[in-house]
């Protein structure tokens, strides 16, 4: 079965600076990778996937990552945070043409103080 | 993007009663709903995947008969705790897929309380 690590489970940064959250996945086969973000009191949201094509991924609210095969890697970063973006950032993988049933990370808990 | 609705989002019982949660997708047809269970500091753990119309599968270690799920139309799937005790108090969470798609859409939670 797939297990997915995220490292540093809390990250505090102040605004304006850069965020990397790492991300590992186990499986050897054909992937599909999300991150989820969990803000406080909401239910988890899709920030970004990637199934195929350019290996850098645009999401929402500025977030990237980038996915490396070789290193089994899909990072997740931000240049410049801001407060809004506190929240918990969850890493997931799925084999590609499986039965969709996802594997998680334990989470980054992210905090930026203003 | 799709919208699952769990209900409800919170729920305090007593040890030994038992308590249904919902989950229904609101504007598409779910063949596939998952149900997670969080822990504090912890990822989500899968619980089980629940087919319309058909049993569930449990993953390893997941009591079937004490976590009933149904599935019994393509938009609402159910997870009921039987006889539930405070360690059975936790964050569930659903998910669901349509038939063409591959991204799992989650509802907000329930958060369960058992004194």
């Known amino acids: 079965a797939q297990s997915v690590s995220q490292h540093n489970h809390h990250v505090i940064l102040s605004e304006a600076a850069s965020l990397e959250l790492g991300c590992n996945y186990s499986y050897g086969g054909t992937v599909n990778l999300f991150w989820y973000v969990q803000y406080p009191g909401q239910h988890l949201q899709l920030l970004l996937k990637?199934?195929?094509?350019?290996?850098l991924v645009k999401g929402i609210k500025g977030f990237e990552a980038e996915f490396i095969k070789s290193k089994f890697s899909f990072n997740l970063r931000k240049p410049s945070v801001q407060w809004s973006d506190t929240a918990e950032y969850f890493c997931a993988v799925n084999r590609r043409n499986g039965n969709n049933r996802l594997a998680f990370g334990k989470g980054n808990q992210v905090v930026v103080i203003p | 993007g799709a919208v699952v609705s769990q209900h409800p989002s919170r729920v305090i019982c007593k040890s030994g009663t038992s308590v249904k949660i919902e989950c229904r997708s609101l504007?598409?047809?779910?063949?596939?709903m998952f149900w997670y269970r969080q822990f504090p500091k912890k990822s989500l753990m899968l619980m089980a995947t629940?087919?319309?119309?058909?049993?569930?599968?449990?993953e390893q270690g997941v009591e079937k008969d004490k976590f009933l799920i149904n599935h019994a139309s393509l938009t609402l799937s159910t997870l009921t705790v039987t006889s539930a005790h405070p360690e059975d108090s936790s964050f569930y969470i659903c998910?669901?897929?349509?038939?063409?798609?591959?991204?799992?859409?989650f509802g907000q939670g329930t958060r369960l309380t058992v004194v």
């Open positions: 998910s669901a897929r349509d038939s063409g798609g591959s991204e799992a859409f």
């Open positions: 504007d598409f047809q779910a063949t596939t």
């Open positions: 990637y199934f195929s094509g350019d290996p």
């Open positions: 629940s087919n319309e119309g058909s049993k569930a599968t449990y």
